[in-house]
């Protein structure tokens, strides 16, 4: 028999006109050729644009952003002029208001088609937008250092899925001191003949720059992650530049000599000042040193925080657990309006943070354990009787384990506050749960990361049916 070949529909560099329909889930415009997707990075839904493919897959194509023929009414002019090439703003060609707009239908869609909620948009609030049209929100900054062709120092960032680096002296997302001081170290690395970190031959110093704020105390670390020990006989002028500038309250030298895309090393020296800098999120205070994780968008961070204590609607005495807790941002939080809270993290130094920030608090209600909340939880549940009246999850983007569900049927707290990430694994642990006896109820959707597609997501499930110990027919 002869195979029966399907004519090919489209081919590399092929170029067309196409309408842009929709968004896909990384923000790329999605138009169509003879029935066949076809995903376009830099398009807004709405465009009328000339394409060129670039890759032809079985059922779907991607293609090239030649021209906007026709601009969309999402549009706006990106206010920095790397944003196309930088991997940071994703986003940046379509207005703030349309963003949000995306973003709320993203997390509307994903409850719906993968979550089984028929009425998402009946119970989700309004999004919370970002300060300042969704700039100059972060409070921490990783600048590469490396050389252009002709051997002159560039800082900047990554271009999109590379180890390029785009030089820059200003990020839109960043605080505008952060652009002060990389200003300096490049006039002090020149000045002072430092050579950058040679990716490939593994030979300079200076790798990246990393920069934190509190924004709420004002203070700024500055790490400078090397290919070695240290600047040798520059380190006085170094410290010496960096205190011109306003709010420095800790240099630190973090060496990492591994050929790794990890930035960070394991060791750290403080060059001057402080082993941390500190803030606030509402009345907590937090100690934030050059390895520990924290949120990078303040203000949203405290919003959407709130928003968890509401929907964990705490009278004062219950317990709640707190898993996937981190620096135990949430559970200190949450521990004022506790009887006791439990934080669980699988990162040891997250947990000696957390329970560095609930002394600095004056917190004792809160206890945090090292390990896999699938493995603490039914073990603290199960052998030692501790009850959960509320659970919280955070997870990273996979979401869930689903044995950690299970437990959570089992013992079937009040409520269940899911903090996420990723709207489609919320979706998932979202059908488990309400099949298991919970009820949707509310969600809130947090543009903490605008310019970019990331989106959080705060939902509020409430106990209907389960029953303490009683696995449900999943
Ligand atoms: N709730 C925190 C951190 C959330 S990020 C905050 O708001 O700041 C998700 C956290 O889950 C990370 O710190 C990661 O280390 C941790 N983690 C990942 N898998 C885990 C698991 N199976 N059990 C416990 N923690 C886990």
Redesign the pocket.
């Known amino acids: 028999m002869i195979p029966v070949t399907k004519e090919k529909i489209l081919e590399k560099n092929q170029e067309f006109e196409i309408e842009i329909e929709d968004y896909g889930n990384d923000g790329e415009g999605i138009g169509h050729y003879e029935g066949m997707a076809v995903f376009v990075k830099d398009a807004a839904k709405g465009d009328r644009a000339l394409v060129r493919i670039t890759k032809v897959k079985k059922s779907y194509a991607y293609a090239h952003l030649v021209k906007v023929l026709e601009p969309s009414e999402d549009r706006s002019e990106p206010l920095c002029p790397h944003a196309k090439v930088c991997g940071g703003c994703s986003l940046m060609h379509i207005s703030y208001d349309r963003q949000l707009a995306w973003k709320q239908e993203k997390v509307a869609q994903a409850l719906k088609r993968i979550g089984g909620i028929e009425d998402p948009v009946g119970i989700m609030e309004p999004i919370v937008a970002c300060d300042g049209g969704g700039l100059h929100y972060r409070n921490k900054a990783q600048f590469p250092v490396g050389c252009d062709k002709d051997g002159n120092i560039i800082i900047g960032f990554y271009a999109g899925h590379s180890h390029r680096i785009v030089d820059t002296d200003s990020c839109l997302l960043q605080p505008e001191r952060f652009d002060e001081i990389i200003g300096a170290c490049r006039a002090f690395f020149v000045e002072h003949r430092i050579k950058p970190y040679d990716e490939e031959k593994g030979s300079g110093l200076v790798r990246h720059i990393v920069i934190r704020e509190g924004r709420s105390t004002g203070q700024i670390m500055v790490t400078f992650v090397l290919n070695g020990d240290g600047f040798g006989g520059h380190e006085q002028a170094l410290v010496h530049e960096m205190r011109k500038i306003s709010g420095i309250r800790s240099i630190i030298i973090n060496t990492n000599k591994e050929k790794t895309n990890r930035i960070l090393g394991f060791t750290n020296r403080v060059l001057w000042g402080s082993d941390v800098i500190e803030d606030t999120i509402g009345d907590i205070r937090f100690a934030i040193g050059p390895m520990s ?3 990078v968008n303040p203000s949203q ?1 405290k919003r959407m925080y709130e928003k968890a204590l509401e929907y964990a609607g705490l009278s004062g005495g219950e317990t709640v657990w ?6 135990g ?2 559970s200190l939080f949450l521990a004022k309006q506790a009887g006791k809270v439990f934080g ?4 040891e130094e ?1 947990i000696e943070d957390a329970r560095r920030n609930a002394k600095l608090n004056g917190i004792t209600n809160a206890e945090f354990y090292v ?4 493995d603490i939880l039914p073990e603290k549940h199960k052998k030692e009787g501790v009850i959960a009246d509320v659970i919280v999850v ?3 983007r996979k979401g869930c ?1 689903a044995s950690l569900l299970e437990t959570i049927l089992s013992i079937a707290s009040k409520r269940v506050v899911y ?1 996420s990430c990723d709207p489609a694994t919320l979706a998932r642990d979202v059908a488990i749960l309400t099949k298991g006896g919970y009820v949707l109820q509310k969600a809130c959707v947090f543009d903490n990361f605008s310019q970019s597609t990331h989106v959080e997501t705060v939902a509020q499930l409430v106990n209907i049916a389960a029953k303490p110990g009683i696995m449900p027919d999943l």
């Open positions: 994780f924290y949120q961070t707190d898993l996937y807790c981190g620096i941002t949430i669980v993290e699988i990162i997250a390990g896999r909340s699938e955070d997870p990273p384990d903090v």
